[in-house]
């Protein structure tokens, strides 16, 4: 994981207590996953700090357990709008981002219904095809903005089928070759006709 200052470490932790206190009751991360919570969670979603300016405004699709949301919220400052329909992950996310004293509106709603402003930036993790994402992100980007994806390695698969469909810019901005992960970065996005 990278280094953060001491702040941050001491937020980071409040959300890795309340997060498994959380997890005993609604399943945030898989069981199996909370020995490598720092690592695997934590340490993935923070590789997309770098990104993202202080205080920027960031919509969060699918925001689940809280990644890569509440650790930008934490790392950037930065004011987070997360879209998570399970009602559940929704009053564990309010309560985190109090915690942890992240800027943040939860929205309980599906994405396609969540209605809320465009940002300068859309992030989700784990959560659909790069395809789907871009449905589902391009109502929510401003113009020059720009869309953060943590993907796994079938990403090339995945940008193939994506180019039927959309226009797009694309850059690979952080590359794991031991897990097969990247970052990648979407901007003009456009339907194909």
Do not use: Y
């Not at 997060?19 to 020995?35: C, F, G, H, Q, Y």
């Not at 709008?81 to 009602?87: A, H």
């Amino acid at each position: 994981m990278k280094a953060v200052s001491r702040e941050t470490r001491e937020r980071l932790e409040i959300f890795a207590a309340l997060l498994e206190k959380w997890n005993a009751r609604i399943n945030l991360v898989s069981p199996r996953d909370m020995p490598h919570l720092w690592e695997r969670h934590i340490g993935d979603s923070l590789r997309l700090v770098p990104f993202i300016p202080r205080g920027a405004r960031v919509i969060d699709l699918g925001s689940g357990g809280g990644f890569p949301a509440l650790m930008i919220g934490i790392a950037c400052d930065a004011e987070m709008v997360m879209v998570e329909s399970d009602q559940r992950k929704c009053a564990f996310l309010r309560e985190a981002a109090r915690a942890c004293g992240v800027r943040a509106q939860v929205v309980p709603k599906r994405i396609e219904q969540a209605g809320v402003p465009p940002a300068a930036f859309v992030t989700a993790r784990a959560l659909a095809s790069l395809p789907q994402l871009l449905e589902w992100s391009a109502p929510f980007l401003l113009p020059e903005g720009k869309a953060l994806f943590l993907k796994g390695k079938n990403l090339s698969d995945e940008l193939t089928e994506t180019e039927r469909c959309w226009h797009m810019q694309h850059r690979i901005l952080d590359n794991r070759a031991a897990s097969g992960g990247a970052i990648i970065e979407i901007s003009d996005i456009k339907r194909v006709e």
